[in-house]
């Protein structure tokens, strides 16, 4: 049986996975690209919105701080045109009211400081520099205005950080200006407690520019850190996105100030999608794990069973006398396929032995067509010496001759049975060689040495005198001296082997070769080969003739066949 | 039904996976543990370094513990603060030395347990320190001598008024002062003190000093309280207009002192941000950022007299917005 050619194709389990795992790797990136886009765009729109809501949030209360500081400054106003008595009481009572309003102060029309109220506290005598008013401001100003964020310097000891509102009073009083150091502590700790994101914060900022306040000032004013104030003070009010910060702008109601809120993509957006992006990666490996997983379940499903026909297919190919066909499992379809394969299994097994059988029918029909051939040249020899024996009145030998004979042709014969008792096999052997050697006139001699043990075996009929006939025509008739044939039957295991040896001239491998492949063409009776080629067919290749010859040494015949009973054959 | 076993067993690894998977996405990171040992937990300069700690904790989203002993002498105090630190486990210690080598055994132990170490202000004899953030004092000290110089004409007899020996910073800034003194050439140093870190000691001793020596004109304070002091022993002695005394640092007294006459300079440092800065590298470096961390960062230091007091510069550098004022 030739050896198939490699395997150049795929697997269907392979095609299968690697068919599903794509379009679903396909599909999941689409979806997760776009899911993604999607996402992003909504985090970045909820971050504006939230920096929006932050910083109108802080826009809102500081215009409330403000709103709140000029009804006070109206308020101041009006307790100073009362009388000295009632206005130092009403201040007083505004400042216990008011606690986060540090000192009211009043300057004359040159910006000398008259009178000032503070609870509990008294300017120092030398005041270097008052940051609270500014004589060229308030001049410059025809209402009430405001400064930044500063430190309150009047007072000894004390230094809290105040905005100040100035007002101008109405002229004819002492006082011409008015100023109320409001605290900025509760807008400062307001401002650094907003926090946009985590890292996020909002600082105050004036039209031009100016930090008005920032929670990380101390961190600005040492260069540890930035604002862009020149493009922030370009800035519309609005929310600003760009690749790391959002800045987010409003305008203060009533006031040049403005809240600027910063906040970072990075944390609001960034965070966000980068979780969002793990999560969608996890569910993209598992939906790919399940898709992998079913798709390999399905596969073998189908792959499997039809892999298992396909062994069973190609065991069948090697051995299919022997084969026993199992039925693969599976779905429905390689069921079909299975039982299909399975009878047509036994059909061809059948179709085989009825083939095989016609064969060995036929070739014993053959053989029995030549066994009932009887050589024609031995008859007449035989006849003619048995005719010449009775002309000399040798009428005993004749009778011997005639006996002989009659024996040949019966066992030959048999009743038509092709399996007959050892005993008889070696009669009709020696019978066939008592009437050649009459013939040959004594020129060799025989003997027999059966094991008697294998006398009740039965072998084929006809199989020694073929052999014992080529060893006197070919061995012994050239030779010069007695010849000498010995047939010997013995056990061997299981088998039985006859052995003919004579001392003949022997056959070089050649004629050996020859003789073993030659059909008897010329000659009428059975050849050697046909001899083998008989034991073959009844029992198989182990079993037949084996042939030793030395040239001048002569030559033995081995023959094996197995040990049969009387009805063995036929049973089997 | 080998396969489907296995088959099985597949499936219940992959429900792990996206479990696992889910956990991790849906649980918050969990807060890092920082903590600040400080100096001293009184003192203006630290609460304005506290001020900016906390800044940099709220920002980065950490879990700040500020702890300090009760004086600035205390270094067991600070090793065993270091050590139970270390031991409750604290991601970074940021580290204010009161003494530059005995502290460091106790820094280096709190490193092998795993903390990484940030100096601010005053840094320690260490290995382990992985940035240092705080005044360049010896360019301070430098400053501070400067300022006198500047300011007073003629020879300057100089007394020094500085705080514990061992502590680096206060080394480095006399140094400094002293390096520049000498190299004016019509400078000497007549009494060097080194007193406790506390306004009442260091006035005591400051009186003592300008008794003994009344020739000196002008004394050098190397840290607040003992600012604090010296301006207290000027204004009580009445040397107001004699001696020329350079602070350090900002404190209510010291500003007051500048107004008054008894204190003519202040070499301010910025405390917040050294508290900033340094809880901001302590995140860095627990988060794995570390690498591009400065092993020295320099936070401003700038002179305030008199004349610019009251500049907006000023005020932000002097006055912190967290104060509160009862």
Redesign the interface.
Known sequence: MKKDAPRTGLRTTTILVAMVVSVVAIILCCCIVLFLNRYRSAVVQNARTSSAQAVSQVSTTVGNYLKDMTQAMELVKQSISESADSRDKLLFAFLTFRPDVVAVTSYSETGQLLDCWSLGREPRENILQNLSFDLDMARASDSAYMTAPHVESLFEGYYPWVVTMTAPLEPGGQAAWVSLDLSFSSISSYINNVSIGQRGYCFLMDKTGNIVYHPQQQLLYAGLKSEQMAALAGMQDGTYANDTVIYCAASVADSDWRVVGVSYVDELVNRNVTEMIHLSMALAVVVLAAAVLTSWLLSRLLGRPLRGLTAAMESFETDADHFTYRPVGGTREVQELSDSFGHMVLRIQRLMSTVREEEVNLRKTELKALQAQINPHFLYNTLDSIAWMCEQGRNAEAVRMVHALARLFRISISKGHELIPIAKEIQHAESYLQIQKYRYKNQFTYTFDVDPACLNYYCNKITLQPIIENAINHGLDLLVDEGEIDVRVRQDGDDIVFYVQDNGVGMTPEQLRTIMQRDPTDRTGIGIKNVDDRLKIYFGKGYGLHITSEPDVGTCVEIRMPKLEEGDYEAK | MR?SRR?GL??VA?AW??LS??G??VSTAEQYKVTLVAKSTQTEFWL?VFA?AE?AA????LDLTIIGPETEEDYETQNQMVSQAAQAGADAIVFSAIDYKNNASAIDEAAQKGSKIVAIDSSVDSEMVSTYIGTDNYAAGQMAAQAALDRVDGPLTVGIINYDISSANGQERERGAVDVLKASGRAQVVAVVNTLAEAEHARADTETMLRRYPQINVLLAFNEPTSVGAAEAVEELGLSQQVFLVGFDSN??T??GL?DGAVDALVVQ?P??MG??GVESAYQLISGHGGTLERVVD??TQVVD?DN??T??S???????????E
């Open positions: 396969p088959a597949l499936c992959l996976a996206l998977g889910c991790t996405g304005s900016g800044a709220t920002e980065y989203n209510v007294a500003v007051d107004q910025n917040y941000a900033y800065l936070t401003s008199r007091l009251f907006m510069d005020q932000k550098a002097l006055f912190a917005f967290e104060q509160h004022w």
